[in-house]
């Protein structure tokens, strides 16, 4: 398919699920990409000689590139670009920002023919690539004597890992929690990003190598143990650490952090029991709930409290709507 089409075909996203099906239940809220939709999508790349998708891209994924193979239907050369800058181009392509990073700096969208719809294309040429078994265990060019030892198992630990094992070192992974993810299992509601997603690249990481111990949490004495065990090590805890609210009350019961409340949840879905649940604590259902924050977080909370059954629930912002730093 042609390129530079995005004055003949109009911008379009994945179908939402249905608002009433979706407050049921904690299923991803998009349908897929059909094949045909993602490539046209594709072909609406300008192909920039200065690509601000990619310059406003943390990664700097070679974004029109791979718009170009997909628009083309080559999607294993696809997906082997957006992999060769970004470890989880399936997890970017769900929860990314892209409103204000990539598709917001898009050059069609700022000439008011709409953005290209990256994270989209992005998550459809990545599931392709799993369905067709393009994604497998990887084996090392060589294998190298080093072991590296990285506490936290979140996107930063593993993206580190699956770097340095293709590197050739030995790794093994510590997480203080039961399951492999991190923020990425216990922060993000399912209705952005599925489990399954991250468990089947664990799977991969394993039979590629890669060692996780789960229900480790480290302190000053293991941390020493981990020091003399390994050649070096990784902290990549993430941040757990609630921002305080310096105002009066603040304390008082009934008063939760947001990770408290989503972590909460998200154990539910795997149907782990979670005794601050199961008292009503951390459970909106048939409250008043008031949710302080308008950024991405403060929307999981929303949402979570929604899906949930809460009686109310309000989102209170210091700034305006247009200024809410959650993406839209």
Not at 29 to 37: G, R, V
Not at 58 to 63: G, M, Q, T
Not at 144 to 150: A, R, T, V, Y
Not at 176 to 193: A, E, M, Q, T, W
């Amino acid at each position: 398919m042609p390129m530079q089409q995005y004055h003949r075909i109009a911008s379009a996203f994945p179908q939402l699920r249905s608002p009433e099906r979706r407050i049921r239940d904690f299923r991803e809220i998009y349908l897929p990409f059909a094949p045909e939709s993602a490539a046209a999508q594709s072909s609406r790349c300008i192909q920039c000689g200065v690509p601000f998708c990619s310059v406003h891209c943390p990664l700097h994924n070679n974004i029109p590139d791979w718009l170009k193979l997909t628009a083309e239907g080559r999607l294993r050369e696809a997906y082997e670009m957006a992999a060769s800058t970004n470890t989880f181009p399936e997890i970017c392509g769900r929860i990314c920002p892209q409103d204000r990073l990539c598709e917001g700096s898009c050059v069609a969208e700022q000439a008011d023919f709409g953005t290209i719809t990256i994270g989209a294309v992005e998550k459809y040429i990545t599931e392709t690539a799993w369905e067709n078994g393009w994604i497998e265990p990887f084996t090392p060019a060589e294998e190298l004597p080093h072991s590296i030892g990285i506490i936290g198992s979140g996107p930063a630990g593993l993206a580190a890992a699956e770097r340095l094992r293709r590197a050739g070192c030995r790794v093994t992974v510590y997480d203080r929690h039961d399951r492999v993810g991190g923020l990425l299992i216990y922060g993000i509601p399912n209705f952005k990003l599925d489990k399954q997603v991250v468990a089947r690249r664990q799977e991969q990481y394993e039979a590629s190598g890669i060692v996780f111990h789960t229900g480790v949490a480290v302190d000053a004495e293991s941390f020493a143990e981990l020091r003399r065990k390994h050649d070096a090590l990784l902290i990549a805890t993430g941040v757990y650490k609630a921002r305080e609210l310096e105002i009066p009350g603040a304390e008082k019961q009934g008063i939760v952090a947001a990770l408290d409340f989503l972590i909460t949840g998200n154990r539910r879905d795997f149907g782990d029991d979670v005794p601050r649940f199961t008292s009503g604590e951390l459970n909106a259902k048939g409250r008043k709930v008031v949710v302080i924050g308008g950024g991405d977080t403060a929307m999981d909370c929303v949402r979570t409290a929604v899906r949930q059954g809460a009686r109310s629930v309000t989102c209170l912002y210091r700034r305006d709507r247009e200024n809410m730093p959650g993406s839209a």
